[in-house]
């Protein structure tokens, strides 16, 4: 089946640091990719729509000077953290949607995650 | 999309068949049931969808009542490894821009 990575799986920074975490589809072409944040014990909260070669859709109350989208190419996508504070220690987690895959059913394969927490 | 509802737990013994009920009876005649599952400390991982017949995969079944306002996921034969949250989505078909959104799932806890 198809298969998502991220890396890094887990990270630990100081506060004010930035931090990288890449996304790729690694037997699919996604054009779109998506970035979801999970805190403890509760559901996952959809960030942003990445789409190659185009600007990301953040969702409302995501600022997107912060959480910088690039998705340079159709297999890799990066979410960066910048200035992170432990507010935002969190789990990270992307999702690619496979070109290939429909209408009217579009597949879309999750990554592993990426936790991160900001000392 | 329309909204679903699913108990917050559920226990279930192991061997035994785990049914998870989910209600969407806003569901719309376009809209697909999606099953996901996160397994601790992982990304969710897909199970199984239906339109309006039941489905069957080597993970599960997919029971969606007539009037599409109810669905069940079973999982026939537990095990400990299937212990995880599941989450119900309902989705318009036939739409790129369209993201999955997660609701508050049940957490299924299979016990030996």
């Known amino acids: 089946g ?25 037997d699919f072409q996604a054009t779109t990719m998506f970035w979801y944040r999970q805190f403890p014990k509760q559901s996952l909260m959809l960030m942003a729509t990445s789409n190659e070669g ?5 969702e409302q109350g995501v600022e997107k000077d912060k959480f910088l989208i690039n998705h340079a190419s159709l297999t ?26 429909g209408p009217p059913v579009y597949e879309q394969y999750f990554g592993p995650g990426t936790r991160l927490t900001v000392t | 999309d329309a909204k679903t ?24 005649g376009n809209e697909y049931v999606y099953w996901y599952r996160q397994i601790h400390s992982q990304g969710p991982q897909y199970i199984i969808h239906g339109l309006k017949n039941n489905e069957t995969n080597e993970m599960a079944s997919l029971i969606i009542t007539e009037d599409r306002k109810s669905s069940t996921l079973i999982l026939p034969h537990a095990t400990l490894r299937d212990t995880a949250v599941y989450y119900c989505i309902v989705r318009v078909a036939g739409n790129a821009g369209n993201m999955l959104t997660f609701g508050g799932g049940t957490r299924l806890m299979v016990k030996p």
């Open chain 1, 76 to 101: 890799l996508s990066t979410l960066t953290v910048t200035s992170a504070h432990p507010e935002d220690s969190s789990f990270y987690i992307c999702s690619a949607r496979d070109d290939l895959a």
């Open chain 2, 5 to 28: 509802t699913q108990p917050p737990s559920m226990d279930c013994a192991e061997g035994r068949a785990a049914n998870l009920p989910c209600n969407h009876s806003t569901i719309s």
């Open chain 1, 2 to 26: 198809a298969v998502v990575s991220q890396h890094p799986s887990w990270v630990i920074c100081k506060s004010g640091t930035s931090v990288k975490i890449e996304c790729r589809s690694l």
């Open chain 1, 54 to 58: 185009s600007k990301a859709t953040y």
